[in-house]
């Protein structure tokens, strides 16, 4: 009885580890909405995802579908502001507390006072050849995006994400140091 | 009454007597009337129950309502992939950006820092 009291305690913790390793977007983020000039709200769980695929059949979408093909779900919110000072970095205390380690690791961290552009990236788990998944929390003066990508990715595929969609190409390098750089 | 007379009686009832003529001919033209008209009305009977009189307009309705149900589900269904789509286009152009500026900054960084170096 004893043992089985301790096993169940296991699994409780457990599955409590779990589930706090699992990133969610903090609802003030969406209050934010409110002060904003312009706001881009993307939330695609796992199904609507399995739901774009069905569509994405042109050889165009081949690599962004390959890209989704494992994804749990993305979450995007962005946010322009007409004046300086419209957020502050508490907002973002609700983001960066859940990106704790060991589940989640810090891989850019870039602050500049020059213009004020910061980038945070972050992955989560331990494995070298897949990351599971992606936060990248990047600031603006007058602007703030939050981006999160549930499930498993390529480390090949970050890459392809920076080099598709209009965009170039940026090299990722999971488990490298951060890049703690920028004047900070 | 005395027992002769019954059998007298019994033997006079029995008796064996020709049946009137075309008997035999009457007999069968009814047997064969009756049989057609049980069945004639029979069908009508089963055709003027309520159900069976609409049934086959309650399966053609139902058929159409179905297809076009299964039509409007997979529109609505098409348009939702059509839009997710766009979503996940969207969010795939944003982070790609957001990764582009972080790797910028990045980049910046570490020249700057050579060039403090020289």
């Known amino acids: 009885?004893?043992?089985?009291?301790?096993?169940?305690?296991?699994?409780?913790?457990?599955?409590?580890?779990?589930?706090?390793?699992?990133?969610?977007?903090?609802?003030?983020?969406?209050?934010?909405?409110?002060?904003?000039?312009?706001?881009?709200?993307?939330?695609?769980?796992?199904?609507?995802?399995?739901?774009?695929?069905?569509?994405?059949?042109?050889?165009?979408?081949?690599?962004?579908?390959?890209?989704?093909?494992?994804?749990?779900?993305?979450?995007?919110?962005?946010?322009?502001?007409?004046?300086?000072?419209?957020?502050?970095?508490?907002?973002?205390?609700?983001?960066?507390?859940?990106?704790?380690?060991p589940a989640w690791e810090k891989v850019v961290n870039v602050r500049s006072k020059t213009d004020g552009q910061n980038a945070e990236i972050y992955f989560k788990g331990d494995n070298p050849d897949r990351i599971d998944g992606l936060v990248i929390i990047a600031a603006d003066p007058r602007e703030l995006t939050v981006v999160h990508i549930d499930g498993p990715l390529d480390p090949s595929n970050i890459e392809k994400l920076g080099g598709q969609f209009g965009v170039p190409r940026v090299e990722a390098h999971p488990k490298s140091k951060p890049a703690k750089a920028g004047a900070q | 009454m005395k027992p002769n007379e019954i059998d007298e009686q019994l033997k006079r009832a029995l008796r064996r007597c020709e049946p009137p003529e075309g008997f035999a001919d009457r007999v069968l033209a009814r047997v064969e009337r009756e049989a057609s008209r049980t069945t004639s009305r029979s069908v009508w009977t089963v055709w003027r129950w309520p159900f069976l009189r609409w049934a086959p307009i309650a399966a053609l309705i139902v058929i159409a309502v179905t297809g076009i149900s299964y039509q409007v589900h997979e529109r609505q269904q098409e348009a939702e992939a059509r839009a997710a789509k766009q979503q996940v286009m969207l969010a795939l152009r944003i982070t790609g950006s957001k990764l582009r500026v972080a790797k910028q900054k990045v980049k910046s960084v570490e020249a700057g820092k050579v060039e403090n170096k020289l």
Not at chain 1, 23 to 28: E, H, S
Not at chain 1, 69 to 75: D, F, M, P, R, V
């Open chain 1, 1 to 101: 009885m004893k043992q089985f009291g301790i096993a169940l305690l296991v699994i409780v913790i457990s599955a409590m580890g779990a589930r706090a390793q699992d990133f969610k977007m903090p609802v003030n983020l969406d209050r934010l909405a409110a002060k904003a000039s312009e706001t881009t709200e993307v939330t695609l769980n796992g199904r609507m995802l399995k739901l774009a695929q069905k569509f994405m059949n042109d050889e165009d979408d081949a690599e962004a579908r390959e890209l989704i093909k494992n994804l749990k779900g993305i979450y995007v919110r962005s946010f322009q502001f007409d004046s300086v000072g419209a957020y502050s970095d508490a907002d973002l205390e609700a983001v960066r507390s859940q990106l704790k380690s």
